[in-house]
Nanobody
Framework: QVLLVESGGGTVQAGGSLRLSCAWP????????VGWFRQPPGKAREFVAV????????TYGDSVKGRFTISRDNAKSTVYLQMNSLKPDDTAVYYC???????????????????????WGKGTLVTVSS
């Protein structure tokens, strides 16, 4: 059963902006850290950003620092990813995820490339054209 539903993907020109949303209706949303991963074509999944249960703490992947901003609205059970100054290398399927811990689980994959995050959305495609 898919609990998280992403939206907002699409095609944008390099230098443009896009905002992704991820909804997880239910009372448990505010108890979880929520974040984003992405998987470029032909490449491994990689960590993008995460915020803790309140949104007061955030962590970003090196490739998106200064360009992407994660935020959440617990009243709406929704997490957002504002993406600015987009580059063709940002082209990927973006996945929303939730985990009960805000720790290195999010950005330290196993030797096999898996992340120990418990809940995933189905993904939304972002294409950045040059």
């Amino acid at each position: 059963q898919v609990l998280l539903v992403e939206s907002g993907g699409g095609t944008v020109q390099a230098g443009g902006s896009l905002r992704l949303s991820c909804a997880w209706p239910g009372r448990t949303f505010s108890l979880y850290a929520v974040g984003w991963f992405r998987q470029p074509p032909g490449k491994a999944r990689e960590f993008v950003a995460v915020c803790n249960w309140s949104g007061s703490s955030t962590t970003y992947g090196d490739s998106v620092k200064g360009r992407f901003t994660i935020s959440r609205d617990n009243a709406k059970s929704t997490v957002y990813l504002q993406m600015n100054s987009l580059k063709p290398d940002d082209t990927a399927v973006y996945y929303c995820a939730a985990h009960y811990r805000y720790d290195s689980t999010w950005y330290s994959p196993s030797p096999g490339g898996d992340y120990g995050v418990g809940r995933w959305g189905k993904g939304t495609l972002v294409t950045v054209s040059s």
